[in-house]
């Protein structure tokens, strides 16, 4: 039985137990996260759902040691993160995790190889040549590595969001609304890198989103409602997940 729990453990790219994350005290106490258990699994494609204010965002920025938690744990791999100095957990953010946002976060001066790179340049760490040939095979941006953002339409600039998120080939990728503010062209372009960047590179990616049809890119949707989890759906389509969110009402409750 230890036997078995280990495997699963060692399988988890990252994982909670018993986690609350709570703002203010007394009357004005907010929970946003309520004694949430989960494991995300190693080379998959995890998405998280839920309504406004559910605490799918909280999730996520716990589980990458961007927030600190009440009570409870959190591992990054065979890291528990949970009470990890700055230091080292700003070292493991660096080595281990890599981040996708809503917003592009690229810097205008410098072209798209060299925002790729921007990451490992900052940390001393020269690229893997091959590994970043891929990446950029990957996500299609082979022509376009000495344009600058500007140069760029959205989608493209998500697309190297992406390839420097891969490039230096962390153990984790959180996105947050990584296509919200793409058209929807560019948004499936780029949620088909993600999911061939799982398929191909065995990347392990989390996905907090709103949108049924990025969602059902993920082997796996997380349903949060009233900071805890309430559904865990493998192999999501699209229609199966919009009906499942309107199967939940705010407060977590099948309607």
């Given amino acids: 039985m230890a036997t078995a729990v280990f495997e699963t453990r060692t399988a988890a790219a990252a994982r909670a137990e018993g986690v609350v994350k709570a703002y203010g005290s007394g009357e004005t106490r907010v929970v946003a996260l309520d004694r949430v258990t989960a494991d995300i699994r190693q080379g998959g494609f995890t998405a998280i759902m839920g309504p406004s204010g559910s605490g799918k965002s909280t999730l996520m920025h716990c589980l990458a040691g961007l927030d600190t938690v009440t009570s409870g744990r959190i591992w990054v791999g065979d890291t528990e993160i949970t009470g990890l100095k700055d230091k080292k957990l700003t070292r493991l953010r660096r080595d281990s995790i890599g981040f996708i946002f809503q917003a592009f976060n690229l810097l205008p001066t410098l072209n798209a190889l060299e925002n790729i790179t921007l990451p490992m340049d900052i940390a001393g760490r020269k690229p893997d040549k091959e590994w970043l040939d891929r990446v950029v095979s990957t996500v299609g941006l082979g022509e376009r590595l000495k344009h600058r953002p ?25 996105g947050d609304e990584p296509t919200g503010n793409l058209d929807s062209r560019a948004g499936a372009e ?14 392990t990616i989390v996905m907090v989103t709103h949108d049924p049809v990025a969602a059902a890119h993920a082997d796996r949707v997380l349903y949060l409602a009233d900071g805890r989890i309430v559904d865990d759906m493998a192999n999501p389509t699209a229609d199966l997940v919009l009906d499942r969110m309107r199967g939940f009402d705010a407060r977590g409750r099948v309607s």
């Fill in 190 to 203: 780029v949620l088909g890198f993600l999911r061939r960047s799982v398929d191909e590179l065995g990347q």
């Fill in 150 to 174: 500007s140069q760029l339409s959205g989608g493209q600039q998500q697309r190297v969001a992406v390839a420097r998120a891969l490039a230096a080939r962390p153990a984790i990728i959180f």
